[in-house]
C-alpha cells in the first residue's frame, strides 16, 4: 500500500493516496482506537480523518460506540428446547438448499455438454 503518490518529491508536499486512506478510514472505523489515536499510529495531521470520512462519503456525524458481548457469555449459554428444535430445523434446511445448489450446478453441466452452449457467464465479462 503507497501512502503517498509519486509525484510529487517530498512527504511535505505530498498527497496522500486513496489506498491509504481508506485504509485508514476503515481502520478508525472498524476498529476500538480514538480518532486521535488512529492519526498518532499512522503519523497524519489532526482531524485529517475526518476530512477524508467526510471526502470519501462515510456519514459520521455522531459516532456511537458499538459494545460487542463477549465470547464467553455465549458459549456457557445453554439452549432451551424450542432453540434446538430451531436447529436442528435450520441444519436440515440448510443442507436441503446445499443439495439443491449441487444439483443445479450438475443439470446446468449436463446441459452444457448436451448442447454444446455456454449457460454459465464468465466472472470478467460485462
Not at 79 to 86: A, H, N, P
Request: net charge positive; glycine share 2%; with cysteine.
Amino acid at each position: 500500500m503507497e501512502r503517498y503518490l509519486k509525484e510529487h518529491s517530498s512527504k511535505w508536499q505530498s498527497k496522500y493516496s486513496e489506498e491509504f486512506k481508506r485504509f485508514v478510514c476503515n481502520d478508525f472505523l472498524t476498529g476500538t482506537l480514538t480518532r486521535r489515536e488512529v492519526e498518532d499510529k499512522y503519523n497524519i495531521g489532526h482531524s485529517r480523518i475526518s476530512y477524508w470520512l467526510k471526502d470519501l462519503g462515510y456519514d459520521y456525524s455522531q459516532p456511537s460506540i458499538v459494545v460487542l458481548p463477549s465470547m464467553e457469555n455465549i458459549e456457557n449459554k445453554t439452549l432451551t428446547s424450542k432453540e434446538k428444535d430451531l436447529l436442528l430445523q435450520l441444519k436440515k434446511e440448510l443442507e436441503e438448499a446445499q443439495l439443491l445448489a449441487e444439483t443445479y450446478r450438475r443439470m446446468i453441466t449436463i446441459a452444457e455438454q448436451e448442447f454444446k452452449i455456454k449457460i454459465v457467464k464468465k466472472s470478467n465479462t460485462k
